[in-house]
């Protein structure tokens, strides 16, 4: 088959290291054309890495628009609010999308990039990778298979991790929801996606609880300073920028090794240059002295037509990053952690069946990242004609988490879809 042509814009984490070495990684199937950060360093870096020529290299993802369609599809991986534009703008041209989410910060935004890609005859492939993982795949089946008998209620819990909220909400680029989204869409439109999924249903009714909490000055300890390396009490505090990027085996430096998040604090990802960003730049602010105002708690309860129900918990505050879930029907229960991989499906007197999905798990977000790779070069090559991510199916998630950040902010009252 040809090869598929892909134009990325942002080459952060997501469209270089993610999506960007998959293309790498599978160079008789895709090629990457041109790419677009306003990072020069990423850019050039970018360049150098796919064999990109400077004329098809662009510092502002407008520059490359302006361009006649230069490749089959494009990875949009730049900053949230800047997804409706370009998306529009990239449809209008030809160009398929593979888009992350959030798809658009606003519903009507939403819909109008289904309206234009179905107008447009244009693939849009949402990166709500929960779908394509393997965990979620067997839980969907279970369900589907009337085991558990008719669904009923659903609980499900998001652990972000101690040290991923503290780099991403309250140091890093969604710290500040007037400039990217409210907590509950950028993180959870993920999780209440999945949800749609498993059930099947549409949210009729919703209400939301949460705030921030803890990430404030107020909260500071007596003594500490605006950085962390100034810091004279950060003996015992978890968010310490120097053991999170510097000294954590998991997080940080270690031997040479060097791990997300600190990978992205400096390019290219050396500890001096590390150190040096801990020093002086943004990801070695005092948690407690930022500009954020995102969430670091929420709670969703969603009521669906039918009155069957499912509930949300986002929490910063957990050792581990991680999700679980249990799926409660009239004849049995299904329980799963992403931690273990385990899935435990109950029937009420009856048997106990066990599933371990962790060799099947493999790989960012579970094994999601890959997979959902895999469909798009499906898609695009004519091998599928859908996924189970596409615009379309893709915007309820978002219309519930707007509705839901509508409901916070108004005390919790609920919100009538």
Known sequence: MNKIKVAIAGLGGRGRNTFGQMAL??????????????????????????????????????????KERLADVLFVCTPDKNHYKTAIDALKLGYHLLLEKPAATEADECKDIAKTANETNR???????????????????KISSGEIGDFVTLNAVEGVGYYHHAHSFVRGNWSNTKETSPMILAKCCHDVDMILWLTGKHVSSISSFGSLQYFKPEKAPEGSAKRCTECSVKKDCPYDAEKIYLTSPVTGVNKGSIHWPADVLAKPATKENIENAVKNGPYGRCVFHCDNDAVDHQVVNMEFSDRTT???????????????????????????DTRTNIIKVSVFGGDEKIYDMAKLSKGG????????????????????????????????????????????LDGGKPVVL
Do not use: W
């Open 365 to 408: 977000h579970g094994g999601g990242d890959s997979l959902l790779f895999k469909s798009l070069i499906d898609l695009l090559s004519g091998k599928n004609n859908s996924t189970l991510t596409s615009i379309d199916d893709s915007i309820e998630s978002h219309v519930v988490c707007l509705a839901a950040e509508a409901s916070r």
């Open 123 to 141: 693939h849009v492939v949402v990166c709500h990778v929960l779908r394509y993982t393997p965990f979620y795949s067997k839980i969907n089946e």
């Open 310 to 336: 499912a509930h949300l918990t986002m929490t910063a505050f957990s050792e581990e990053i991680y999700r679980t879930i249990q799926v409660m029907g009239t004849l049995g229960i299904i329980e799963g």
């Open 25 to 66: 990684d599978n160079p008789d199937m895709v090629e990457v054309v041109a790419v677009s950060d306003i990072d020069d360093v990423k850019l050039k870096e970018a360049a150098k890495v796919f064999n990109v020529p400077e004329e098809r290299c662009f510092g502002d993802v407008a520059d490359l628009l302006k």
